[in-house]
């Protein structure tokens, strides 16, 4: 019990500092660039990560699927690293060749950025051996790894937007953060191994799908910047970046849950252990649930001296649009839980089918909405897509572990007492 608090305070404050420091320097990045500026660093980082999630192959989650409680994971962590070094090395050569025909379609000056930003991808093509040191559960390494890399690319993306490099500045700051984190997570957890085809097989049949359910999962939180490029303006995709970026969170603690967690319930699953299974669902969705109501009213109220104050009455009608994409928020911080829970009992397959449905449901949507309302009506398509997942979640995991809302407090009241004898003793 202990284990897993200290974990989960590690990593829910490092992903809350690293939201801090990441919001900060926004918020100071977008008022140096202006709406125009910050808005085509948005369009160019879209473009880049959208090549990203094209080729995730779900191998990092299967590495912490198959690596938890293994003494020796060397077969396990090889394999992966050599398929996904080769994916990203392809998706870096797709990229160069696609910005100028994106550049062309959108009329938006992005071609020189969108290169510089492909640098952005190779770094994570060593996205394995991250994943080795969640799954030995070094949670706390992990953490000071991360609160690093974004001081890092905070600072150094500020400093070169100051001196004169403007939004190549920017990305030029993102690029050396991300490779020097790469570089601290190998060297303390690099290794060398046996390849297998037989373990990328397995790999594959575990992680593809979950990484199609990540391709879909970011479909509907990011695919909507580079569909309104065709529509609306630069300075439009910067006010609905704001909006985005202050409800965004929300959902720290949800996703620091899925950090902590997976590793737990994937060995529990795998020792049939359907207490601590139910456990750990329960409690996140309770305390999750009450965490989305109080944040939001928190960021709803925080937001206009935030936003007047900081960046200037040119960015006040992010306001609008957060109060819409508030409720998508919670929704999505509650819907962490379930992702985590199946996931982790082996229903990759169900959680693609969830994310798939919303993920077409987005883009039919965008296209139906946006030339019309333009950012409003993608702030209302998030909300809709929240929503669907947080329901379909909610009964997928219901059916499956055969839990009900009755179960659920119960649970959550064993962990109470549990957690008050810990603490007495």
């Known amino acids: 019990m202990w284990h897993i608090i200290r974990q989960f305070v590690f990593g829910s404050t490092s992903r809350i500092l690293c939201r801090i420091i990441g919001i900060a320097g926004a918020i100071v990045t977008a008022r140096l660039l202006g709406p125009e500026g910050y808005g085509l660093l948005g369009i160019v980082f879209a473009l880049t990560l959208t090549f990203d999630a094209l080729v995730d192959t779900g191998v990092e989650k299967a590495v912490v699927h198959y690596a938890s409680g293994e003494p020796d994971d060397s077969q396990i962590v090889w394999s992966g690293f050599v398929l996904d070094f080769s994916l990203t090395v392809f998706v870096f050569i797709i990229n160069l060749l696609f910005v100028g025909w994106f550049e062309a379609q959108t009329h938006k000056p992005i071609k020189i950025l969108s290169i510089l930003a492909a640098l952005y991808l190779l770094p994570s093509a060593f996205d394995v051996w991250k994943a080795r040191l969640s799954a030995k559960r070094r949670v706390e390494l992990l953490s000071g790894i991360s609160v690093t890399a974004n001081i890092m690319q905070t600072s150094l993306s500020i400093g070169l937007i100051v001196i004169g490099f403007g939004v190549q500045g920017a990305i030029i700051g993102y690029v050396i953060a991300r490779t020097c984190s790469t570089l601290l997570c190998l060297r303390y957890g690099f290794g060398r191994g046996e390849f297998s085809v037989m373990m990328i097989k397995k790999m594959l049949s575990y992680g593809l799908p979950s990484g199609i359910k990540g391709l879909a999962i970011y479909t509907v939180r990011r695919i909507d910047r580079l569909i309104l490029a065709f529509f609306v303006t630069a300075a439009d995709i910067a006010i ?100 985590t829970t199946l996931d982790g009992i082996n229903q990759t397959m169900t959680n693609l089918i969830i994310t798939v449905i919303q993920s077409l449901v987005t883009i039919s949507f965008l296209f139906l909405l946006v030339p019309s309302y333009g950012i409003r009506g993608a702030a209302y398509i998030d909300v809709i897509v929240s929503l669907i997942g947080a329901v379909l979640g909610f009964f997928c995991v219901k059916r499956i572990t055969g839990l009900n809302i009755k179960q659920n407090l119960g649970y959550i009241n064993e962990l109470i007492i549990l957690f008050k004898r810990s603490v007495l003793k």
């Open 240 to 339: 609905y970046g704001i909006a985005n970026m202050i409800g965004s969170m929300i959902q720290l603690l949800p996703a620091s849950f899925s950090l902590v967690m997976l590793p737990y319930i994937s060995e529990a699953y795998k020792n049939n252990d359907i207490t601590k299974i139910h456990g750990s669902y329960s409690a996140g969705l309770v305390i999750f649930s009450l965490w989305g109501i109080l944040s939001s009213i928190f960021v709803i109220l925080l937001a206009r001296p935030l936003v007047l104050f900081v960046l200037g009455t040119e960015y006040l009608p992010s306001l609008s649009i957060l109060r819409i994409c508030i409720f998508a928020d919670v929704a999505h911080g509650v819907f962490y839980v379930m992702l």
